[in-house]
């Protein structure tokens, strides 16, 4: 049985402070360094997101090398991942391990911020407080002044938190949740922003996906998809959907909430869904890859132990364990403690293969080798 979801399109402002207001709302984001693949002129990620390595730790964010290795893309154009406002610009003279460096504050359709940071760059194109677009380059790939001398390469990282000075780690010898989560996933963010499908909506009628012909082949929630009208995106909500399966509009029309993930909506197979617009608009719905599937399952078991109070992540211990069960799923682990000497807790991960978005967890405790409690489905 098809189950349906009906709302109505409702239009969120800004978040405050007449800055960020004015910044156009971030919605294709992309490499700063194309093409990725193989090719003579491709880009390849060197260093990936916290990746460990015993003499540095672990690392902030990727390191961009060009296909012909050394410093051969020394000069090569960068570019912002997405539109955003630039709010940092680091540009010394002499060698330093960051060397040239860029900021960009981005705005989400959702309301939220988040930050690109390019580093190690040869030459700065963008000014402070300037507006730029991800078709124009910000810069260009250097070696930090030549700190970093024959092995040119972009660092790029996506933050939560704008808390870069010149001083900052570029990586971290032990790996506190608390610093894992200042970042991003540079590529899983983008990878779950590169599929996409979009319907024009019409004023005063409803929209109904099997009406139009419109099929979601993925699991998504309905948070990430956004409307944009005149020009401007605002994040899809559902805000009144999560006070009860069934209510009725102020003209009288029933609406039926059927499909939950824990509470939270998602446009998925077999999911009819209809609401209402008042104005000429677009729907965008969004869909997650499954490009970078250890990445997600990796944030999903940070986010798990920090609310079960666990403080440092063992990234070192995450292991591929698909051997050790059955079914259509991947499967992970990764342990954490919570600081020197104490005992250590392991969460075991399990991903959908075809499915991204529906993953369960279950705790294990390594010194009893007994798994606890049962498995729990985790939001989209």
């Known amino acids: 049985m098809r189950s349906s979801v009906f709302c109505s399109v409702c239009l969120i402002v800004f978040v405050s402070g007449s800055s960020i207001k004015a910044q156009p709302v971030a919605t294709e984001f992309r490499n700063p360094v194309l093409p990725v693949d193989q090719s003579l002129n491709g880009y390849y990620n060197a260093n ?11 690392h902030t ?10 410093s051969t893309d020394y000069g090569d154009p960068v570019y912002p ?17 960051w060397g040239k460096t860029v900021i960009i504050q981005h705005l989400l359709p959702d309301g939220r911020v ?63 949740i608390a610093d894992a989560k200042k970042y991003l996933d540079p590529s899983l963010f983008i990878d779950d922003r590169s599929i996409k499908i979009s319907v024009p909506l019409y004023a005063n009628s409803v929209f109904s996906a099997s009406e139009a012909g419109v099929e979601i082949s993925e699991y998504t929630p309905a948070s990430l998809s956004y409307v944009t009208c005149s020009s401007k995106s605002t994040s899809f909500l559902l805000s009144d959907a999560h006070e009860s399966a069934i209510y009725v509009d102020s003209s009288g029309i029933g609406r039926r909430i059927l499909d939950f993930f824990n509470g939270i909506i998602v446009f998925g197979p077999g999911i009819d869904f209809s609401f209402e617009s008042f104005r000429e608009c677009t729907l965008t719905v969004v869909l997650p890859g499954n490009n970078f599937q250890a990445s997600r399952t990796r944030d999903d078991m940070i986010e ?6 666990f403080t440092v992540v063992k990234l070192e211990t995450l292991k591929d364990i698909k051997e050790t069960f059955s079914g259509p799923y991947n499967y992970w682990s990764l342990c954490f403690d919570r600081g020197i000497g104490t005992a250590v807790g392991c969460i075991i991960h399990a991903t959908h293969n075809e499915h991204p978005i529906v993953r369960w967890v279950k705790w294990y405790e390594p010194e009893t080798d007994k798994y606890l409690g049962s498995w729990h489905g985790l939001d989209p």
């Open 48 to 58: 990936p997101f916290l990746s460990y390595t015993p003499k540095h730790g672990y």
């Open 61 to 70: 964010g990727e390191d961009w090398n060009g296909n012909g290795k050394g």
């Open 81 to 97: 991942t997405a539109v955003g406002k630039v709010v940092k610009v680091f540009n010394p003279t002499q060698k330093h391990s």
């Open 114 to 176: 988040i930050y690109s940071l390019y580093a190690h760059l040869s030459k700065i194109s963008v000014r402070l407080n300037q507006i730029v677009w991800s078709d124009k380059p910000l810069g260009n790939i250097g070696d930090a002044n030549g700190y970093y001398k024959g092995v040119a390469h972009l660092h790029f990282e996506l933050r939560r938190v704008n808390d870069w000075t010149p001083k900052s780690p570029g990586y971290y010898k032990t790996l506190t």
């Open 304 to 309: 798990i132990a920090d609310h079960a109070g």
